[in-house]
């Protein structure tokens, strides 16, 4: 299986040729994901128009994440995502304590040096 990942503020800015995108690539069983995702004001609408497979956070939500406003603040886009039906994976999990936080955010997929070293594709186990 083919999986493409297209940058969120791309997808923003070109919504209308991405959503038909992604519908069309859809239709040939490539599955979709949508990179650097919660760095715009719109991203559960976009993940919604587009309905991706997998969303992958930006860096500034897990950098962060030991404080409790970032951390509630994570928990909440990952609820919101996971109710329009998208995964979502958590990257950068560096250390032990990142990891153990990274458990209870509710992010289907983790992903960092601490687990191995991150892969220049993104791949979606079925």
């Known amino acids: 299986v083919l999986t493409l990942q297209f940058n ?3 997808i923003s800015d ?10 069309a690539l859809n239709e040939v069983s490539c599955q979709m994901g949508i990179n650097n995702f919660g760095s715009s004001a719109k991203s559960i609408e ?43 994976l ?7 304590a990142t ?6 955010v509710g992010a289907r997929y983790l992903q960092g040096y601490y687990l191995e070293e991150p892969s220049k594709t993104l791949k979606i186990a079925s």
Do not use: C, G
């Open 8 to 10: 969120e503020k791309d």
């Open 14 to 23: 070109h919504l209308t040729v991405a959503k038909s995108q992604f519908s």
């Open 46 to 88: 976009i993940a919604n128009l587009v309905q991706p497979d997998v969303v992958r956070l930006a860096r500034n939500y897990v950098q962060d994440i030991h404080s409790a406003d970032n951390l509630d603040t994570v928990k909440s886009l990952i609820t919101r995502t996971n109710e329009v039906n998208v995964d979502v």
């Open 90 to 96: 958590m990257p950068y999990i560096e250390d032990a």
């Open 99 to 104: 990891m153990s936080v990274a458990w209870s």
